[in-house]
């Protein structure tokens, strides 16, 4: 999908490549958290592939040429593969990438609000 290759060429230029399978689906698994989740891309267990969902902003957008917010969250993704269950890491790389792609406004400030539920979770040494 053009989607998807959009997405990755602006990881690329960030030097992010190593990314596997990207798949678009309809409807994301009922997650267990103790608050509503709102997401663009989620993976299952910490393994490939990572999901990218039709119907939200990031991919609309991403459909209309416009793949920074896309690329950011499968950035998000990726850390989890990466390094684990941890929101902390996987929300300063999704913040790192909107900010190198210069996307502001209410797209950056969401996931500032999101990044701050989850300040302190990161690995215990």
Same mark, same amino acid.
């Given at each position: 999908? +053009?989607? *998807?290759?959009? #997405?990755?060429?602006?990881?690329?230029?960030?030097?992010?490549?190593?990314?596997? $399978?990207?798949?678009?689906? +309809?409807? #994301?698994?009922?997650?267990?958290?103790?608050? /509503?989740?709102?997401?663009? #891309?989620? *993976?299952?267990?910490?393994?490939? /592939?990572?999901?990218?969902?039709? $119907?939200?902003?990031?991919?609309?957008?991403?459909?209309?040429?416009?793949?920074?917010?896309? %690329? %950011? $969250? *499968?950035?998000?993704?990726?850390?989890? *593969?990466?390094?684990?269950?941890?929101?902390? /890491? #996987?929300?300063?790389?999704?913040?790192?990438?909107?900010? %190198?792609?210069?996307?502001?406004? +209410?797209?950056?400030?969401?996931?500032?609000?999101?990044?701050?539920?989850?300040?302190? +979770?990161?690995?215990?040494?």
């Amino acid at each position: 999908m +053009d989607e *998807i290759v959009r #997405a990755l060429a602006l990881l690329a230029v960030l030097g992010i490549q190593d990314v596997p $399978s990207v798949q678009v689906v +309809d409807k #994301a698994p009922e997650f267990n958290y103790p608050r /509503p989740v709102v997401t663009a #891309a989620y *993976i299952i267990c910490c393994e490939p /592939p990572i999901y990218v969902l039709r $119907s939200t902003e990031a991919f609309k957008k991403a459909t209309k040429g416009d793949a920074r917010q896309l %690329a %950011a $969250s *499968i950035a998000h993704e990726l850390i989890h *593969i990466q390094e684990g269950v941890y929101q902390g /890491p #996987a929300y300063a790389e999704q913040l790192r990438v909107l900010k %190198a792609l210069k996307v502001g406004g +209410d797209a950056l400030y969401r996931v500032k609000q999101a990044a701050e539920l989850f300040r302190h +979770d990161w690995p215990k040494d």
